[in-house]
């Protein structure tokens, strides 16, 4: 299963306890060489499995370079049988069978710290339903696709919120991460940040929505009524822009039918007294080619299937049947279990909880019907250097122009040349067939970036009242992605992925141990 890692960047007395720790890692550090007297044939060992990671498994033969291990038992995946594998010392670890089901709520506390040992604590853990798990200041989550776990409903909040500074006897949660970060920045002062990190499909953006509805009850503990109503409120406003971020800034992959496709930090404001007061969200990298295309069975982003199943699908001239629009780039318009013509209604009624006016609401989705038009618009060759519109789509630039409300011969010809700027004064270059459609696709993605960015700061408007003191900075960061197919941007995104892992490494484990 996919993992959510959420940390608190702060300064937790936990992180003493991850100075001490011992190297872990699947590779064996030089000076940690494989004691091969408990790697006879026949005995259980861990070994690296190239579909499962550490997994179970016997030895069947020792030629003095390589293990022959087959595997047995454990498969927590869906990807097949384990395989019979040859493997060096460096991917081989031995099992004690005392401590094989060794559940400890901090992974800190193994008896065998090691990644083998580490996965499967994890995996014990998760078949009891227990999917968080603490690396000293570090909770590691594993998505259970279940809201309904009885130790985890919102109903067990209250014994977390009745705990002192620091959560000592409560399992392991994203709310003790949120508690505990909650307490420094009222004890010392300053600012804080919990990064939420892992996977596509992990968890992320639930577990950013945890914690920030956390947030806003332990800021509500103590005080007048009115100032507990002041900041519920403001907790209500931050959580109603989520249908909003997240139906134009997330969309279906093959891994994650709900994957935020930009990144996302939020500065959670609170004022002298610890009171929720505001909210400042600020969003990067928003992955503009699947605005217009999506690899085989993903989807574009959800904001056009809400526009074309929506009940105001007519008024915006999209009629025609919802496979013929470029939402069926990746062959698949429809997600199992989600209603978009639904996720509509909500989606409109939370641009009016966040003060979007009628008027600002409209010409949002005149903007996106705009560009499912265009997109609809085709070109033909005329020669090598240009072309001319197809007549059987004239009429849907009609429509993409009367939705953005813009002069419709002055797009039409802004489909078909560039103006360049010369010595001699201003020269028409005209497209060809291959550059038109590069400038069409380019007007939309350019488009809906900056109407995404509008929506952003209109949603600012509302949450972000400046009157915070101190705020807790929730860091949601891409899900890593690796694809069959992997485009350039997909490559920029994982190197920022990357980056941001590396320096959340460097000043969280090395600075430390410094």
Not at 372 to 386: G, N, P, S
Not at 391 to 415: I, N, P, R
Not at 440 to 450: F, G, M, P, Q, S
């Amino acid at each position: 299963k996919a993992t959510v890692s959420v940390l608190n960047w702060g300064r937790s007395p936990a992180r003493a306890r991850l100075i001490a720790a011992p190297p872990m890692g699947g590779v064996i550090q030089d000076d940690e060489k494989l004691d091969r007297d408990l790697c006879k044939v026949g005995a259980k060992v861990f070994y690296w499995e190239p579909a499962h990671a550490w997994a179970l498994g016997t030895i069947e033969n020792d030629d003095g370079k390589k293990f022959t291990v087959k595997g047995y038992g454990y498969n927590a995946t869906e990807r097949g049988p384990l395989e019979t594998c040859k493997v060096p010392d460096n991917k081989v670890w031995p099992v004690r069978e005392d401590v094989l089901e060794e559940d400890v709520r901090d992974l800190l506390n193994l008896t065998v710290l090691h990644d083998s040992t580490i996965q499967r604590c994890l995996y014990v853990r998760y078949m009891k339903d227990m999917v968080y798990t603490n690396i000293g200041a570090i909770v590691v989550a594993l998505n259970p696709w279940n809201f309904k776990i009885p130790w985890y409903t919102d109903n067990n909040m209250g014994n977390y919120l009745a705990e002192g500074d620091v959560i000592k006897d409560n399992i392991p949660h994203s709310w003790a991460q949120a508690h505990n970060t909650y307490n420094e920045l009222r004890r010392d002062d300053e600012n804080q940040t919990i990064l939420i990190s892992g996977e596509s499909g992990a968890g992320k953006t639930e577990a950013a929505k945890i914690v920030m509805k956390y947030m806003g009850a332990i800021s509500c503990l103590r005080g007048e009524q009115r100032e507990k109503d002041a900041a519920k409120q403001v907790a209500f406003n931050i959580n109603q822009a989520s249908p909003i971020l997240e139906g134009f800034g997330n969309a279906k992959t093959v891994r994650n039918d709900n994957s935020s496709r930009f990144g996302k930090f939020m500065q959670v404001q609170f004022n002298s007294d610890g009171f929720l007061t505001g909210a400042l969200t600020i969003k990067y990298l928003l992955e503009k080619s699947r605005i217009i295309t999506a690899n085989p069975n993903e989807r574009v982003y959800h904001s056009f299937y809400l526009m074309v199943k929506g009940c105001d699908a007519a008024k915006y001239n999209l009629t025609k049947p919802v496979d013929q629009y470029h939402v069926n780039a990746g062959g698949c318009v429809d997600i199992p279990g989600v209603d978009d013509g639904e996720d509509y209604s909500i989606c409109l009624e939370s641009m009016r909880n966040c003060g979007f006016s009628e008027e600002d609401i409209d010409g949002v989705w005149r903007s996106v019907s705009g560009m499912m038009h265009l997109l609809q618009v085709r070109f033909k060759a005329i020669d090598k250097d240009t072309c001319a519109l197809d007549d059987a789509t004239a009429g849907d630039l009609k429509f993409a122009s009367g939705s953005w409300q813009v002069d419709h011969d002055l797009l039409v010809q802004e489909m078909k040349q560039v103006i360049m700027k010369t010595r001699d004064g201003p020269i028409a270059v005209h497209y060809n067939e291959t550059k038109a459609i590069d400038a069409r696709d380019a007007t939309v993605k350019a488009l809906y970036d900056e109407l995404f960015s509008w929506e952003v700061l209109a949603i600012n408007a509302l949450t972000n009242q400046g009157q915070g003191k101190n705020w807790v900075g929730l860091l949601d960061i891409f899900g890593f992605e690796d694809f069959e197919y992997n485009s350039f941007e997909q490559l920029c995104i994982n190197l920022a992925n990357e980056t941001l892992q590396n320096h959340y490494n460097t000043f969280i484990f090395e600075k430390d141990m410094e």
